[in-house]
């Protein structure tokens, strides 16, 4: 398989250094991508790289997945335009465990299932044993401050428009970078790294490295940075980053993310975020086209990656949880839902609190849905409303006689009012 090829028709390749194309159909070639440990959780914006190294897994080259446990100390000045926050050890410790193993998860670092098993490692290892004086000696001298000035990241936090400039720390980045490369080639004959469109200054500069310090050739190339069509930021919404751990961001509301894809996003998304072939993938455009309110691309996206991210059964509950809200659906689906999938479902719906005492003999109609709650205006909306027959409880139609009880409890202290199709509201009990 052509790996490069293959990152060409999907629409990721961006930069790529003279030969590495030919290279890497010549060779069996061990490269690398490196994540830095910001948080205790990647993000889908680290999707794309994921994928960048599971694509040159499946093309029978050697992945390695570098945790940057040294230059998270340091932090990455690329794309940024203010200094990061330094971590403590503690933080920075917390992090990579949460990193590492959410890597596990897409890339196959057991030799017993694929004859180019991944690995897995933290350049902290390396660096912990280095002096600062061996640093500057053996690294320093090698590059040039005219060259390091030359880079994009600098230059644009010393221009006009900088309002902080750059510390010394983040300057030495590119440096730390760059010796992570020649590292992993002398030690593991790591021949090529790979990351996102705004690294390519600090992965040519590895590749200085190797070319100064190691007499030798090493390869490059980056992937575009993921946009949308409206100018927003990928990977965000209203209430901040989509994370790939399912505590930080539940499988329903990762699902719903690629849902609400636009068509044209979705069209670029297909080949960026999943493994489906191009004749698949043309097919399902051209699908997607001749009906678009049906949202298949969205649906497609949305079931392959939550499945990769999160599995099968993740993903089944992502869909009833959809259902709940936009089809058909019974008080035992609700009740099947986890707390926090119930209440993402169920964001922003209004809802009163109500105690434990109140649902020991039952709690009536009328009380529930106005003298209560206030989810209706009086009690004679309620007793419209109910001979309307348009009172739900858990998604079951109910009249006045219903008395609310503990039987009724979603996740042990909700329960879901209606009326009509749209109009919900939430009891909470206490």
């Known amino acids: 398989m052509n790996f490069v090829e293959e990152l060409r028709w999907r629409g990721m390749l961006h930069d790529i250094m003279p030969e590495t194309e030919e290279y890497l159909l010549k060779n069996k ?3 690398y991508i490196g994540f830095d440990p910001t948080a205790d959780s990647l993000h889908i914006g680290s999707l794309v790289p994921i994928i960048i190294l599971m694509h040159f897994q ?3 080259h050697n992945p390695i997945a570098l945790v940057g446990g040294a230059t998270g100390m340091v932090g990455d000045p690329s794309g940024k335009s203010d200094e990061r926050n330094l971590l403590d050890e503690a933080t920075l410790a917390k992090n990579i465990a949460g990193v590492k193993g959410q890597l596990a998860r897409f890339l196959k670092f057991d030799s017993t299932d694929v004859e180019n098993p991944a690995e897995l490692v933290n350049n902290y290892d390396w660096m912990k044993e280095i002096s600062l004086i061996e640093f500057v000696r053996d690294v320093g001298k090698h590059i040039t401050v005219n060259y390091m000035m030359a880079k994009d990241s600098v230059k644009k936090r010393l221009g006009e428009d900088s309002k902080t400039g750059m510390s010394f720390t983040e300057f030495t980045y590119q440096l730390f970078q760059g010796y992570d490369f020649y590292h992993l080639y002398k030690e593991k004959n790591c021949m090529l790294q790979m990351g996102g469109s705004d690294q390519w200054g600090n992965i040519t500069t590895g590749t200085e490295l190797v070319r100064r310090k190691a007499q030798g050739k090493a390869y490059a190339l980056t992937c575009k940075l993921i946009t949308k069509a409206d100018g927003s930021k990928f990977g965000k919404t209203a209430g901040g980053n989509v994370w790939l751990d399912a505590n930080r961001t539940s499988p329903y509301k990762f699902y719903q993310y690629w849902l609400n894809s636009s068509d044209e996003d979705a069209e670029k998304y297909i080949k960026i975020f999943t493994f489906l072939d191009k004749n698949t993938i043309e097919a399902l455009i051209t699908e997607h086209k001749e009906a678009p309110h049906t949202r298949l ?5 949305g079931e392959e990656v939550t499945v990769m991210t999160h599995g099968k059964e993740a993903y089944d509950n992502a869909i009833k949880a959809s259902n709940i809200l936009f089809g058909k659906s019974t008080a035992d689906d609700l009740k099947s839902l986890d707390e926090q999938t119930f209440l993402d479902v169920f964001d922003g719906v209004p809802q009163a609190e109500i ?4 649902l020991e003999s039952g709690l009536d109609m009328i009380g529930a849905l106005a003298a209560k709650t206030n989810f209706l205006k009086s009690n004679g909306d309620a007793r419209r409303a109910l001979k309307e027959n348009s009172i739900s409880v858990n998604k079951e139609k109910v009249k006045e006689d ?11 202290k909700y329960v879901l009012l209606q009326r009509g199709k749209k109009n919900y509201f939430l009891l909470k009990i206490n």
Do not use: M
Request: glycine share 8%.
């Open 58 to 60: 499946k093309a029978g």
């Open 297 to 301: 691309l969205q649906k497609k996206i």
């Open 29 to 31: 070639t061990t490269g």
């Open 355 to 358: 105690s434990k005492t109140e």
């Open 402 to 412: 219903y008395l609310i009880t503990f039987k009724d409890l979603i996740a042990n």
